[in-house]
């Protein structure tokens, strides 16, 4: 009694395939916006983490898994924060974020600060406090849970 026929479950996997891809560019675009609309700011510098968000859905045998993700280097460290290190973060990156930004501090006494005495601080503050966790993967996915299970009819 073999109804189920490879040809109809063909056409079952793929029509599953099909939500899954409109199911994972969905949840891309809601990531992307999420990015650029972070509270109490975005998650934007030069943009590396926004232009390198990419989704992938893979067909195995029996699975069907979807991945959305960024590639840019630091990415780990922007979902997952950087929890206190015996390390302190790179100096140049730093440095380059601030002549970037163009910011400008004083000291104490009023004195400006130097690219680079800036750098230090905020190095320090990070080696200190870390950098706290910004997870959108995670928030949108447990925002769009329910819309998901209805997309694929569970």
């Known amino acids: 009694m073999n109804d ?5 479950w063909d056409e079952v996997k793929e029509e ?3 939500q899954c891809e409109i199911i994972a560019q969905t949840l891309e675009d809601k990531v992307a916006y999420r990015i650029s609309n972070y509270k ?3 998650i934007y ?3 590396d983490f926004l232009n390198n968000l990419k989704h992938l859905v893979t067909d195995g045998s029996d699975t069907i898994t979807i991945e959305v993700g ?5 990415a780990m460290y922007v979902t ?3 929890q206190y290190s015996y390390k302190k973060p790179a100096l140049p990156p730093l440095l380059a974020w601030v002549e970037r930004k163009r910011l400008s501090w004083v000291d104490k006494s009023g004195k400006p600060l130097t690219a680079l005495q ?3 601080m905020i190095r320090n503050k990070i080696y200190r406090d870390s950098i706290k966790e910004r997870n959108v993967f995670d928030e949108v996915l ?3 849970l329910d819309w998901i299970k209805k997309k694929l009819g569970v």
Request: without cysteine.
């Open 4 to 8: 189920f026929t490879n040809e109809l």
């Open 16 to 18: 599953v395939y099909r």
């Open 40 to 42: 109490p700011r975005a």
């Open 45 to 47: 510098d030069k943009g």
């Open 70 to 74: 960024s590639s840019a280097p630091h």
């Open 80 to 82: 997952g924060g950087s």
């Open 118 to 120: 800036m750098a230090f």
């Open 142 to 144: 447990r925002e769009e």
